[in-house]
T-cell receptor, first 116, second 112 residues
Framework: SAVISQKPSRDICQRGTSLTIQCQVD?????MFWYRQQPGQSLTLIAT?????????ESGFVIDKFPISRPNLTFSTLTVSNMSPEDSSIYLC?????????????FGPGTRLLVL | KQEVTQIPAALSVPEGENLVLNCSFT??????LQWFRQDPGKGLTSLLL?????REQTSGRLNASLDKSSGRSTLYIAASQPGDSATYLC???????????FGSGTQLTVLP
């Protein structure tokens, strides 16, 4: 299994500002995933972050808006830039529990963001 | 593109009832299918994972089945309890990026 922590757990931000969310895993993992869950919605994948390479973004998400860092095998950050109220969501970090694609996916507790 | 659907969107049952949550997916080329539980305002807790080669998995009062040919999975909860109240999400893993595709969830309320 993998234990994932995220900081901050929640924040209230003003329109136009940026917030960086940190994700720490208790073991080394190749791939880290960032998801967004808008109010009342299910989870949508933002991007996949591999250590040592550029993150891969899903359709509808761009690097200028959601820059991601992956400096080592246990840590990643997601920045929500130039925020608007539409960015109010829960942002979740996720990893695979093992080396194989068929392994369990684990999630952090999430960061609840409210943009005023 | 994979699409995952969950029915019903919401379910309310009296305590002690057995219940079934349904999940369907359009692309059978999956690595696995996972069931998660999400409590209000919280992250996701993994309940069961079924590998693509498996038919079912059990954990305590929970049993999940997988039928790839029909693109369906079910989560069976036996002897439901008020503490089971939560949103249950199914997600299939597939594709070159090994990403999860989530259903919209079933919000379960177990009444005492």
């Amino acid at each position: 299994s993998a234990v994932i922590s995220q900081k901050p757990s929640r924040d209230i931000c003003q329109r136009g500002t940026s917030l960086t969310i940190q994700c720490q895993v208790d073991s080394q993992v190749t791939m880290m995933f960032w998801y967004r869950q808008q109010p009342g919605q299910s989870l949508t994948l933002i991007a996949t972050a591999n250590q040592g390479s550029e993150a891969t973004y899903e359709s509808g998400f761009v690097i200028d808006k959601f820059p991601i860092s992956r400096p080592n095998l246990t840590f990643s950050t997601l920045t929500v830039s130039n925020m608007s109220p539409e960015d109010s969501s829960i942002y979740l970090c996720s990893v695979e529990g093992g080396a194989g694609a068929a392994e369990t996916q684990y999630f952090g507790p999430g960061t609840r963001l409210l943009v005023l | 593109k994979q699409e995952v659907t969950q029915i019903p969107a919401a379910l309310s049952v009296p305590e002690g009832e057995n219940l079934v949550l349904n999940c369907s997916f359009t692309d059978s080329a999956i690595y696995n299918l996972q069931w998660f539980r999400q409590d209000p305002g919280k992250g996701l807790t993994s309940l069961l994972l079924i590998q693509s080669s498996q038919r079912e998995q059990t954990s305590g009062r929970l049993n999940a089945s997988l039928d790839k040919s029909s693109g369906r999975s079910t989560l069976y909860i036996a002897a439901s309890q008020p503490g089971d109240s939560a949103t249950y999400l199914c997600a299939s893993k597939g594709g070159s990026a090994r990403q999860l595709t989530f259903g919209s969830g079933t919000q379960l309320t177990v009444l005492p």
